[in-house]
């Protein structure tokens, strides 16, 4: 139970770096393709706002505190942090990167929940995964 608490708090915390940037990036994209990649990075940030709520109390069910301060985040996360802004194209392939890494990030947790036969929650990661892979395929489609 401890190996699932701990990797639940690594991609909990990946997520919130991952909305963090995906909202940094709406607000701040430039670019002749401002208005279309401002829309997508919205969808994609109030996507995975979405989640963080339900994945909080959902490490909270496992017996596990839920962390929520910027010093705890910074260590647990796996998504790096970005503090510049980027060209437009530069967001759209690091979001892109980061997306393919919470898959990997999430699959982590998912493997050790079903082994610890906590198949609620990893039905909630296999939901994550899968919005991840949606939100990769715009992201690729978008560097065609
Ligand atoms: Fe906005």
Same mark, same amino acid.
């Given at each position: 139970?401890?190996?699932?608490?701990?990797?639940?708090? *690594? #991609?909990?915390?990946?997520?919130?770096?991952?909305?963090? =940037?995906? /909202?940094?990036? $709406?607000?701040?994209?430039?670019?002749?393709?401002?208005?279309?990649? $401002?829309?997508?990075?919205?969808? *994609?940030?109030?996507?995975?706002?979405?989640?963080?709520?339900?994945?909080?109390?959902?490490?909270?069910?496992?017996?596990?505190?839920?962390?929520?301060?910027?010093?705890?985040?910074?260590?647990?996360?796996?998504?790096?942090?970005?503090?510049?802004?980027?060209?437009?194209?530069?967001?759209?392939?690091?979001?892109?990167?980061?997306?393919?890494?919470?898959?990997?990030?999430? =699959?982590?947790?998912?493997?050790? #929940?079903?082994?610890?036969?906590? /198949?609620?929650?990893?039905?909630?990661?296999?939901?994550?995964?899968? #919005? $991840?892979? =949606? $939100?990769?395929?715009?992201?690729?489609?978008?560097? =065609?």
């Amino acid at each position: 139970m401890e190996k699932l608490q701990q990797a639940a708090k *690594i #991609a909990f915390a990946s997520e919130y770096s991952f909305y963090l =940037k995906a /909202h940094f990036f $709406h607000w701040n994209v430039e670019g002749i393709y401002f208005q279309e990649l $401002h829309d997508l990075f919205g969808n *994609i940030y109030e996507e995975v706002y979405g989640s963080i709520d339900g994945f909080a109390e959902r490490i909270r069910a496992i017996g596990a505190y839920a962390p929520g301060s910027n010093s705890r985040f910074s260590v647990l996360t796996q998504i790096d942090d970005e503090t510049q802004v980027p060209p437009a194209e530069v967001m759209v392939q690091q979001l892109l990167q980061d997306s393919d890494n919470m898959v990997v990030i999430l =699959k982590k947790v998912y493997d050790i #929940a079903e082994v610890a036969g906590e /198949h609620g929650f990893s039905n909630f990661l296999a939901e994550r995964m899968d #919005a $991840h892979r =949606k $939100h990769s395929w715009q992201l690729r489609a978008t560097t =065609k």
